[in-house]
């Protein structure tokens, strides 16, 4: 919540949900993809035929929601928003940079699936 006196925007607690909601995304991805040995959907490309055969991260979604998100007048919306925004977009950072590039030397940004 914004203290008096503070602009109704983005407080230290949404940074903080934002980062929370971003481990819980990533643990749950590595959890489903190396402990429960679900494959990569870059591997399997079932998403392609929803996509236009374009690969959608998620981190581009969040991007999206961040931009909608800050727009917003409404204040539940715009907090909302901005924390899963932002959970998104780090998890699919940390993913990418961390995961990806430490397992396969590479942080695996293609735009389209492989054929």
């Known amino acids: 919540m914004a203290r008096t006196g503070e602009p109704a ?9 934002g980062l929370v909601l ?4 990533e643990v749950a991805t ?4 190396f402990v429960f040995d679900l494959q ?3 591997d399997t490309g079932h998403l392609r035929h929803y996509t236009f055969g374009l690969r959608v991260h998620h981190g581009y979604v969040g991007l999206i929601v961040l931009a909608v998100a800050l727009r917003r007048a409404l ?3 715009r ?9 998104l977009v ?8 961390v995961v990806l590039w430490i397992t396969t030397g590479s942080p695996h940004f293609d735009l ?3 054929r």
Do not use: E, Q
Not at 9 to 17: E, F, K, Q
Not at 22 to 25: E, H, L, P
Not at 30 to 33: G, N, T
């Open 9 to 17: 925007g983005i407080a230290r607690s949404d940074l903080i949900w």
């Open 30 to 33: 590595c959890m489903l993809r």
């Open 112 to 114: 389209t699936y492989p």
């Open 75 to 77: 204040t539940v919306v």
């Open 90 to 97: 780090l998890s699919d950072l940390f993913h990418h940079f």
């Open 40 to 42: 990569s959907t870059r």
């Open 22 to 25: 971003g481990v819980a995304i």
């Open 79 to 87: 907090r909302w928003g901005f924390r899963i925004g932002l959970a």
